[in-house]
Nanobody
Framework: QVQLVESGGGLVQAGGSLRLSCAISGSIRSLNVMGWYRQAPGNQRQLVASITSGGSTNYADSVKGRFTVSRDIAKNTAYLQMNSVKPEDTAVYYC?????????????????WGQGTQVTVSS
């Protein structure tokens, strides 16, 4: 059973920093693309940042220069460092990952979502 568990959300003042973590557990063979998405009330879920297994990163224009996505392969964990946060960054943040995992003697690949963590930025 593969699980993604986010942590690190909370309330932060504008201009402050927050670090989100996404810990992945289970019979994992490999982690492929991992991403952070966010969804504000009334809005669609949108990509914030992603990182490939090779370390290539991609960011939404709204967070470039402020957020940094990274991963610790040994710990099966992804991070989102959020600096200089703004009130418009307020949203539920979700971890997403393409995972190849063992099921018995077989390998399968699937896309997984975490449960989300709330980030609230006060002005």
């Amino acid at each position: 059973q593969v699980q993604l568990v986010e942590s690190g959300g909370g309330l932060v003042q504008a201009g402050g920093s927050l670090r989100l973590s996404c810990a992945i557990s289970g019979s994992i063979r490999s982690l492929n693309v991992m991403g952070w998405y966010r969804q504000a009330p009334g809005n669609q879920r949108q990509l914030v940042a992603s990182i490939t297994s090779g370390g290539s990163t991609n960011y939404a224009d709204s967070v470039k220069g402020r957020f940094t996505v990274s991963r610790d392969i040994a710990k099966n964990t992804a991070y989102l460092q959020m600096n200089s946060v703004k009130p418009e960054d307020t949203a539920v943040y979700y971890c997403n990952a393409d995972i190849t995992y063992y099921t018995g003697s077989y390998l399968k690949s699937r896309n997984y979502w975490g449960q989300g963590t709330q980030v609230t930025v006060s002005s």
